[in-house]
């Protein structure tokens, strides 16, 4: 059971290129979620959906953009990379309920040049 | 003035001491609590819920003080393999896909 992986693991990129970030959960979990983690912000939400063709807009969307065309996946796109985008990627799923403990992913660190 | 503040640490212990973590929020109508661990270069993990009764698991308390607005982790007995970052995390009333973390608090076990 893989649970939840997350693609590529480790990337460079330069400032300007589009940048996809994969991310799959084999749970049938309705939520998703996609979190960044920086020294002295802590993990900060920047895209959720709660079910297929449902996404919505976390703390930190500009720059950023989700899509979830099937349940298992949901890829987050930075449609021009910029060095503050410079960050590790968590996606995270969660079945239902809001007190449903949110699974996540091993992380994807990207770095933007 | 963070929704989630914790003490960054890091807090540096022996094996077999007892350490507390506490954890303030700023918003009052925060109504779910929880603890997360995360290991270096690792993804978060749920330790344990908090509720308002406190609650143990094994050398592990958690208790909310909603009054004073703060959560705290007692880990008692530590082991090296408590080293970690642990992650305060609130859930906001009418939000409630919307964890909210402190930024966390280093803890190194000693040998």
């Known amino acids: 059971d893989a649970g939840i992986t997350q693609s590529p693991r480790y990337k460079i990129t330069e400032t300007g290129r589009q940048v996809t970030l994969m991310c799959h959960q084999t749970?049938?979990?309705?939520?998703m979620f996609w979190y960044r983690q920086d020294l002295g912000h802590g993990l900060r939400l920047i895209y959720y959906s709660a079910a297929a063709d449902i996404t919505d807009k976390g703390e930190v969307p500009d720059g950023y953009v989700v899509s979830r065309s099937k349940t298992e996946n949901f890829p987050l796109t930075l449609e021009s990379a910029t060095r503050s985008q410079t960050s590790v990627y968590f996606c995270?799923?969660?079945?239902?309920?809001?007190?449903?403990?949110?699974?996540f992913g091993p992380g994807t660190r990207l770095t933007v040049l | 003035r963070k929704e989630v503040e914790q003490d960054p640490g890091p807090f540096n212990v022996p094996e077999g001491a007892t350490v507390a973590f506490n954890c303030t929020y700023s918003n009052s109508a925060s109504q779910s609590f929880f603890w997360y661990r995360q290991d270096c270069r690792k993804e978060p993990k749920l330790l344990m819920s908090?509720?308002?009764s406190g609650n143990e698991d094994g050398r592990f308390t958690a208790q909310l003080n909603r009054a004073s607005q703060y959560i705290s982790l007692l880990i008692r007995d530590s082991k090296l393999s408590d080293s970690a970052t642990y992650l305060c995390v609130v859930i906001q009333q009418g939000a409630t896909n919307k964890l909210i973390f402190g930024t966390g608090t280093l803890l190194a076990v000693q040998p």
């Open positions: 908090v509720y308002s």
């Open positions: 749970w049938s979990h309705s939520y």
């Open positions: 995270a799923s969660k079945q239902g309920g809001f007190t449903d403990t949110q699974y």
